[in-house]
């Protein structure tokens, strides 16, 4: 959502650098980028899911022949685990003989501890190239409104930095509540990004023009 | 790197579609399109990066208050995760008592098999921003390079297609080596998403033009 918000805001804010900048030419390309942005990352998305899921599957096939043909190397690594925790192979033991009653969930105990892996959500993949998808698209449309109904590309760049400092504030606002204890730092990183970002694809574009 | 060379790829083509479109317009929203997106994504990662090192140091500290504070619901805990994996109380018992001797891996041993969470590495914010920054600017620049020397928009776009669909088959190939057992899959899937993402921005344009 905040490249959504960021990436064709800048592009639009770039593109009022041209001298030949028309209302018809920064809509057209904005709409372009968010079009090529939310495919690109949303199918990205899934294809990166889908390969965890891929990556954990395989894993746990190799675990499983592992636990089967060298239950003796397996065994000697969930030990040297354990010694990592200041457990020695004497108190690990009881452990280890109750683990070692249920293959699979001896598997999945390796799968956990030794590879710090956890099974993704089958459904994740899907969830998550639409999450992204529709979060860029939504975020991409807020920085372009206001170009829809400015009389002047100049007017329009003026309410859109005004939208989308207001919506960057707010996003990282909440998305930095649920990840750190710092939300109003974060609200503050958020919309510097997006300035900087726009400041930059100013700059170029001034350059070319 | 696949964002990189994806979405200033489609950018590009898209414009293509656009009447008024000239080689200077294209090089220079592509290149606008570069700047924005290599820092957005970049500071991204970035931001990302160090709020998850944040989440596991501010997790860290409070398994630490409560295995200090309430021990016996901390040990309950892991006799609960133990007993997911086949292990009594009694088995688990030794390796519990010599869990409980140092209270830092104690704590340890929860980050790990309770939240799942490694300590992240302290220069990974910086390395995760510099790396995504400079792939998406090498890899934006590759679609835009052949509009530089082309005669030419249709003749840069056609040359792009074919320059762009060979990073991407190339990228997508070893990517998926390192991710899935099916390269030659990724590789196609790689290029296919951004030949998705060029048409949509291509039409998407015309529709305005």
């Given at each position: ?102 293959h699979e969930k001896w598997v999945d105990f390796m ?56 919506a960057l504030l707010v996003f990282g606002y909440f ?35």
């Open positions: 959502m905040s490249d959504g918000l960021t990436v064709p805001f800048a592009l639009a804010a770039g593109l009022c650098g041209l001298a030949t900048a028309t209302t018809h030419l920064i809509l057209t390309a904005g709409l372009a980028e968010i079009a090529a942005g939310s495919i690109a990352m949303g199918l990205g998305g899934y294809l990166a899911a889908r390969g965890d899921a891929e990556h954990f599957d395989n894993e746990r096939i190799r675990e499983q022949v592992e636990v089967k043909t060298v239950p003796d190397i397996e065994e000697k690594e969930i030990y040297e685990l354990l010694a990592e925790y200041g457990v020695s192979q004497n108190e690990g033991k009881p452990f280890m003989d109750a683990l070692k009653k249920d799968m956990r501890f030794e590879l710090g892996l956890e099974k993704p959500d089958p459904k994740r993949s899907y969830i998550s190239a639409g999450t992204i998808a529709i979060s860029y698209i939504i975020g991409g449309l807020i920085p372009l409104l206001p170009y829809f109904f400015a009389a002047t590309t100049l007017t329009g760049l003026y309410i859109s930095i005004g939208v989308t400092a207001v998305k930095s509540k649920f990840t750190t204890d710092r939300p109003i730092l974060g609200a503050f990183e958020t919309v510097l990004i997006g300035g900087f970002a726009a400041t930059a694809a100013f700059f170029i574009a001034k350059l070319f023009a």
